[in-house]
């Protein structure tokens, strides 16, 4: 039963994807905030299911055997948690920084030729917040 739990947690979590892409091949207007949310939903009630079922799943003894041998804990759960989610919202955030200063930049070259290290600056501004991300989860790790 417990290995049946990700391919759950994968299938809820694709299918809102696989319905969007066919109606978009079949012609039907999609809906795009609705699946989106619907996807959001989904991963996020995944989760909270996977947090809570497996450890009734694994046992609570296995559980307690494991941390009694030295193994993780919930705090390193928490710190690998933190970790990943400075480093991905960094990323959403220079994605979204470099999409909009860098098409910026390329209409200001095409204009004059002279903008070009000036909106390189930019664009080389919004890459730095993913290096911040990247900082702060290796300090939340190795701390």
Known sequence: MLFLL???ALILIIVPLVIAIRKAKLGIKVNRKRTVLLNGGAFMGVMVLMTVLMP????????AE???????????????LAAALSTGFATIGTGIAVGNAASAAIGATSEDEKNF???LIFVALGEGVAIYGLLISILILFS
């Open 6 to 8: 990700p391919l759950f």
């Open 56 to 63: 009734v799943i694994a046992g609570a003894e296995g559980a």
């Open 66 to 80: 494991v941390v009694a041998a030295g193994g993780t804990t919930v705090g390193d759960g928490l710190k690998a």
């Open 117 to 119: 290290t000036k909106s």
